[in-house]
């Protein structure tokens, strides 16, 4: 059977776009919502003819309406995909187990935001990303798969999070394949 996703974004939307491509029988993406109306993600999903809805209101009022919209399209699985929001605890509460995100870190390590810089200051000899379950602890859902990749002599944050972005592109719509289907 093939799931309903709906994938929720803040900005340039590139692991959305990679799991719209990767979209068959596994899934197919039913809605590309937003926080920010200007994100380029969602320029880009409209003009592949997926429904989208922008709200840039109160957390409690934007969470409603992408609740509704969600619910709306049928949607069975959330795919966080930079979405720079945290999700209040009822959101989350009533998708309890069907939200995904993808984390540009090697969890449990680097929760949160500065994750390359953090791993670069750590002196750390690999990054990588996870994916796992959003629950109400940041960062903290089951993990689902990670994609390890190496940090070389001269990194910045900038150098790493490009190679981290492309293992996040091989690793999301494998996992999210996998995650609908169990
Ligand atoms: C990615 O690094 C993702 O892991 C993090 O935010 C970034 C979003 O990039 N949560 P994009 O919008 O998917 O290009």
Known sequence: MTARVGILISGR???????????????????????????AGL?????????????????AEREAAFDAALRDAGVEVIALAGYMR????????GWRGRIVNIHPSLLPKYKGLD??????????????CSVHVVTEELDAGELLGQARVPILP????DSLAERVLAAEHSLYPKVLAEFVQR
């Open 13 to 39: 939307g590139s692991n959305m776009q990679t799991l719209v491509r990767a979209a068959g029988d596994a899934y197919r993406i039913a809605l590309v919502a937003s926080d920010n109306p200007d994100a």
């Open 43 to 59: 320029a880009w999903a409209a003009g592949q003819g997926i429904p989208t809805l922008a709200h840039p209101g109160k957390r």
């Open 86 to 93: 945290l999700l209040s605890d009822d959101f989350v509460a």
């Open 115 to 128: 994750t390359h810089a953090r791993a670069l200051a750590a002196g750390d000899a690999e990054a990588g």
């Open 154 to 157: 001269g990194d910045t944050p």
